[in-house]
T-cell receptor, first 118, second 110 residues
């Protein structure tokens, strides 16, 4: 069964290194979302995919962040030249269709990847 | 833009106490409203939702009513248990994503 899975669960890296975070959404879910949860703060929306397309990348914190989704399934979030302020829990979620106001579609969240940049 | 303001925590209660966690929102249009819960070491789970004004969402003894006139969606439970200890997030639809509050950490003491 299959819920949303993410890997790795924990990642410790040195400042300046690149990291790649992976998300496997629930099978059949067309929409996929990335959020960032920093210590003591709420969830910050980063980017969404409808199928393989990411129509709006303006939520990504800087041009060091990029994301892709292939085959309408797995997504990777890549952070280049990591900085200490990138340390956070990165959460992935998926939903059957895009979440719309007044709609019923629920976002299902993965367990997250805890990224620590030393 | 849309925003969610949640009661700041942490909140500590004794078992069987009455719980209220306040949530108010600012939004254009008519968003759907949600409460998500994050148990220790786990991911976020949907607790309950309401999609239009005056709807009441309920689950596991928790309730919240979508109040358009006060732009609120307060979470309540009549008698909390130790197993309810978690972080609770209020959220609303901000198509295409959700906008979350900062979360309220709840600890229930036996």
């Amino acid at each position: 069964g299959a819920g949303v899975s993410q890997s790795p669960s924990n990642k410790v890296t040195e400042k300046g290194k690149d990291v790649e975070l992976r998300c496997d959404p629930i099978s059949g879910h067309t929409a996929l979302y990335w959020y960032r949860q920093s210590l003591g703060q709420g969830l910050e929306f980063l980017i969404y995919f409808q199928g393989n397309s990411a129509p709006d990348k303006s939520g990504l914190p800087s041009d060091r962040f990029s994301a892709e989704r292939t085959g309408g399934s797995v997504s990777t979030l890549t952070i280049q030249r990591t900085q200490q302020e990138d340390s956070a829990v990165y959460l992935c979620a998926s939903s059957l269709e895009l979440v719309l106001a007044g709609g019923h579609h629920e976002q299902f969240f993965g367990p997250g990847t805890r990224l620590t940049v030393l | 833009g849309n925003s969610v303001t949640q009661m700041e925590g942490p909140v500590t209660l004794s078992e069987e106490a009455f719980l209220t966690i306040n949530c108010t929102y600012t939004a254009t249009g008519y968003p759907s409203l949600f409460w998500y819960v994050q148990y220790p070491g786990e991911g976020l789970q949907l607790l309950l939702k309401a999609t239009k004004a005056d709807d009441k969402g309920s689950n596991k003894g928790f309730e919240a009513t979508y109040r358009k006139e006060t732009t609120s969606f307060h979470l309540e439970k009549g008698s909390v248990q130790v197993s309810d200890s978690a972080v609770y997030f209020c959220a609303l639809t901000s198509t295409p994503s959700l906008t979350f509050g900062t979360g309220t950490r709840l600890t229930i003491i036996p």
